[in-house]
């Protein structure tokens, strides 16, 4: 086939590129890719193939700048092994036949990224987990400070970018190394804000230990003594602008979120739901009715549907009335709230049912039903396990109390602390019924509607009991005169 038809299939492929596929580079090297990883559509894609016969990953840059962002990427490798930074070894790199660039790198056998194998450890809750959690995180900061004394800085840094390759950890994506200083070390500004990016990936709960992984960045060669209280202030400004980006992410279609909109209506799923979804996305009514129903009537019919041999929670949120219509079309759903929401806390590490899909009814601008599909809690909610004459058992009372402490130190309101909202499963207390979740910017506001929340949990129970009493005095923000 003409090598610039075969470009051009790569690019128009979208997300479902055809391989294997056989390419020659301008140089005469010969590749076949043989395994998509990963993949920004029409621009890049990383696979498992051959280079000569020989095994590698090949980056394959597909946009009209891809000589630009090839060789950017080149020369990023190029930096990470001239300032001896483990990295895979760049086999080649160059145009390839058709209008593409490819970067060849040796394939790294039984190779597992050090983001997946933390998040693994990290969302367990166990404290072996934790305590793995962070020995991995503490691996990858050698390699860091030995970028960071040549010079370098990785502008997109997390742990995703550094494989796990027997017992050797690389750093990769040269696309996202910079030379900052080509003469001499990072200053210590420059190396604050590329630890924040790093740090801000992680949840809230593990900023108590960045300093004792700056330590562990000090003790390594080329590491230097930071204070922690600017790289801490810099982990929240840069977690907040990611926080930004993210949930703007929710709505648009991309890599992790499928996003389709038209004149009838407008919905987003989680990108590896799409194929289970997509029946309920063409029908949803048929999902609500005949399933197990908890709520219905009013504004809200609850439902728990088995959605291809799974069992998941459907929230239809009806329209009552011509009066209650023309109140809610202007302004986003509470399914749609509800879905961002629910990323909100799952950004921040909070426990809460996996939100999977969202979908609009709309009359052109105009909004009318929604529909919110999550994974469904199998836990038992706080009403039935808690007992009004007894402190909780240490593991529930544990993570209550965290999970309160994380709202508050994050000024995040529920809206309806009723006890039924509340979930104790696998270890954690998770919240549901999200439509009046909120962060405020406002500290005024905050407390006040935070005052709300915590009275609202403490009337589950009755007012004189030790439960009562109990929560009344570990809860965070009690008011002077509470």
Known sequence: MNPAQVIADLR???RTPQLPVRLEMQAGDVLVLERQLRLVPGKRLVAAGCWNGRPALVKLFLAEAHQRHGER???????????????PALLAAGPVRGGAYAVVCE??????????????????????????????????????????AAGLAQADLHLGNFLLAGGALYAIDGDAVQVKEAAGPLSDA?????????FAGLTPAWDARIGEFLAAYQAAPGGRPL????????????????????????????TQFAVA??????????????ARLTPFLAAPDRFVEGSHCFKTGGTCTVVAAEIDATPLLIKRYNIKHWRHALSRAWRPSRAWHSWRAAHLLTFYGIATPSPLAVL?????????????????????????TLQPEQIPEPPLATALLTLFEQLHALRITHGDCKGTNLFWHAGKVFLIDLDALQQHRSDWRFQRLWQRDRARFLRNWPADSVLVRWLDAHLPGKTAGG
């Open 12 to 14: 128009a492929a979208g």
């Open 73 to 87: 990427e080149r020369a990023g490798l190029v930096a990470l092994h001239a300032a001896g930074v483990r990295t």
């Open 107 to 148: 394939w790294l056998a039984a190779a597992e990224d050090l983001g997946s194998l933390w998040n693994a450890a990290a969302h367990s809750g166990a404290a072996a987990d934790i305590a793995r959690a962070a020995s991995l995180l503490t691996e990858a900061l050698p390699l860091l400070a030995g970028m960071h």
């Open 190 to 198: 420059a190396v604050i804000a590329n630890l924040a990016i790093l």
């Open 227 to 254: 204070d922690v209280a600017r790289v801490q202030a810099a982990v929240l400004t840069t977690r907040a602008r990611r926080l930004h980006k993210f949930l703007e992410k929710t709505g648009r279609d991309c």
């Open 261 to 274: 909109r038209s004149w009838q209506r407008v919905w987003a799923v989680e990108r590896t739901q799409l």
């Open 360 to 384: 609009e009814e709309r009359c052109g601008p105009l909004r009318g039903r929604a529909f919110l599909v999550t994974e469904l809690c199998p836990g038992k909610n706080l009403l039935d």
